[in-house]
C-alpha cells in the first residue's frame, strides 16, 4: 500500500515568519512530487512541483526533495494571512500511476 | 476555459438511492480522475481514465460504485444503492496526456446519504 504522510498540523505561525511542512512517502520508484493547496471548502490547486533532488523556489515557495530519505518539504516564507489553507503533498510512481495525496497540513497564519 | 465543471454541487440523498454525479473536463485534456475527499480518508483515488479508457479502478470501494466516459467530454460516477458512509466531496480532475502533468480539479460535489 503506497503511503504518503503528513502531520495534520495545525502549524500556526505569525505573520512574516517561515512555514515549514514536511511529507514522507513509502514507494521508493516515486518520481514526481507535488505540493497542493486548498482552501476551505474549495478543491486542490497546485503550487508546486519538483522530480529531482534539491532545492526548487518559486516566488516565496521552496520545495526540498530527498529521494534518499523519500522526504519532501515546502517552505513558504514572509507567510500572509491569505497562506492559510489545508497543503496537500502528493506523489506519483512509474509512469501510468496517478497520484496519490496525503491528508494534509492545516496551516493557519496570524496577523 | 471553464475549467473542469461538476454537477450536481450538493446532493442529499436517502439510503438505498442511487446518485449520479457528473464531470466535464477540460477540453483537450485525455486523464480523467475521481477522488472522493473525507476527513477520516483524506483525498483519496477512486477511478482514473486515460483517453476515455478506464486504467484503474482499483480505489472503487464496492461493487455499488461504477464509473463510465462514453466520450472525451464526459463522465460519471454512479453509487447504486447509497449508503451514508458514501459521504464526502467528490472531485473530478483532468490532466493533460501525461499522469505526472498538473491536476485542475472541478469544484466537487457534496454527498449526504442520510
Known amino acids: 500500500q503506497k503511503e504518503v504522510e503528513q502531520n495534520s498540523g495545525p502549524l500556526s505561525v505569525p505573520e512574516g515568519a517561515i512555514a515549514s511542512l514536511n511529507c514522507t512517502y513509502s514507494d521508493r520508484v516515486s518520481q514526481s512530487f507535488f505540493w497542493y493547496r486548498q482552501y476551505s471548502g474549495k478543491s486542490p490547486e497546485l503550487i508546486m512541483s519538483i522530480y529531482s533532488n534539491g532545492d526548487k523556489e518559486d516566488g516565496r515557495f521552496t520545495a526540498q526533495l530527498n529521494k534518499a530519505s523519500q522526504y519532501v518539504s515546502l517552505l513558504i516564507r514572509d507567510s500572509q494571512p491569505s497562506d492559510s489553507a489545508t497543503y496537500l503533498c502528493a506523489v506519483t510512481g512509474q509512469a501510468g500511476t496517478a497520484l496519490i495525496f496525503g491528508k494534509g497540513t492545516t496551516l493557519s497564519v496570524s496577523s | 476555459d471553464a475549467g473542469v465543471i461538476q454537477s450536481p454541487r450538493h446532493e442529499v440523498t436517502e439510503m438505498g438511492q442511487e446518485v449520479t454525479l457528473r464531470c466535464k473536463p477540460i477540453?483537450?485534456?485525455?486523464?480523467l480522475f475521481w477522488y472522493r475527499q473525507t476527513m477520516m480518508r483524506g483525498l483519496e483515488l477512486l477511478i482514473y481514465?486515460?483517453?476515455?479508457?478506464?486504467?484503474?479502478d482499483s480505489g472503487m470501494p464496492e461493487d455499488r460504485f461504477s464509473a463510465k466516459m462514453p466520450n472525451a467530454s464526459f463522465s460519471t460516477l454512479k453509487i447504486q444503492p447509497s449508503e451514508p458512509r458514501d459521504s464526502a466531496v467528490y472531485f473530478c480532475?483532468?490532466?493533460?496526456?501525461?499522469?505526472?502533468?498538473?491536476?485542475?480539479f472541478g469544484s466537487g460535489t457534496q454527498l449526504s446519504v442520510l
Open positions: 480532475a483532468s490532466s493533460l496526456a501525461s499522469f505526472n502533468e498538473k491536476l485542475f
Open positions: 481514465f486515460n483517453n476515455n479508457v478506464p486504467i484503474d
Open positions: 477540453s483537450g485534456h485525455n486523464s
